[in-house]
């Protein structure tokens, strides 16, 4: 089914502190997930992706961790900095059935400083 | 990467009137293209998705009289949101799809309508 929109959770972490975090998806199908930033008043920016014969992702300072059984997905962020302030969203896709995601509802991240 | 261009960035309008919003695809063909509208503090919401050379496919709930989709070549989709409204004012942001490996979406910047 389709995401529906709810006020978003937020997250604040201490500059240099480790962020996580979580999302749970829909659909047990769904074998292509990614990782969305959006700043304020942008589109979204792709951080990284995994696909669901994989449980841990490595990027520059992200880690994705996927657990299929309770279908949770977490985005890791190490030394948290002021940049990394946004809203991030998870996304999920079937690869072979077709080519829409469907966007978790996004959790506001704020560094503090 | 790839990149996806909107146009305009910011728009406001008087309530009744029509207004286009351009999504380009600047260095990869597109054949798919999909719509989404974003209220604040909301993740995106699906629209429609937009197959060049036919017509739009929209999701439950989103008239298509009313926003209206154009895919008329492999780089451009437009949608008209069609006497707008102060309920229509939103952030609309387009993507381009890709399969390259896995599906990927390539989202342009948004496009900021403000209805008065």
């Known amino acids: 089914g389709e995401s529906v929109g709810l006020h978003l959770p937020t997250l604040s972490v201490q500059e240099g502190d480790n962020s996580i975090i979580n999302c749970a998806y829909s659909?047990?199908?769904?074998?292509?997930f990614i990782w969305y930033k959006q700043e304020s008043g942008k589109g979204p920016q792709f951080i990284i992706d995994?696909?669901?014969?994989?449980d841990k992702r490595q990027g520059q300072r992200v880690t994705v961790l996927l657990n299929k059984t309770v279908k949770h997905l977490s985005l890791q962020i190490a030394a948290t900095q002021p940049g990394d302030s946004a809203v991030y969203f998870c996304?999920?896709?079937?690869?072979?059935?077709?080519?829409?995601?469907?966007f978790g509802p996004g959790t506001r991240l704020s560094v503090l400083p | 990467g790839a990149v996806v261009s909107q146009h305009p960035s910011r728009v406001i309008c008087k309530s009744g009137t029509s207004v286009k919003i351009e999504c380009r695809s600047l260095?990869?063909?597109?054949?798919?293209m999909f719509w989404y509208r974003q209220f604040p503090k909301q993740s995106l919401m699906l629209m429609a998705t937009?197959?060049?050379?036919?017509?739009?496919?929209?999701e439950q709930g989103v008239e298509k009289d009313k926003f209206l989709i154009n895919h008329a070549s492999l780089t451009l989709s437009t949608l008209t949101v069609t006497s707008a409204h102060p309920e229509d004012s939103s952030f609309y942001i387009c993507?381009?799809?890709?399969?390259?490996?896995?599906?990927?979406?390539?989202f342009g910047p948004g496009t900021r309508l403000t209805v008065l």
């Open positions: 260095d990869f063909q597109a054949t798919t």
């Open positions: 995994i696909r669901s014969n994989m």
């Open positions: 996304a999920e896709n079937i690869q072979n059935y077709g080519q829409n995601f469907v």
């Open positions: 937009s197959n060049e050379g036919s017509k739009a496919t929209y």
């Open positions: 659909n047990s199908a769904s074998d292509y």
């Open positions: 993507s381009a799809y890709r399969r390259f490996g896995d599906n990927e979406q390539f």
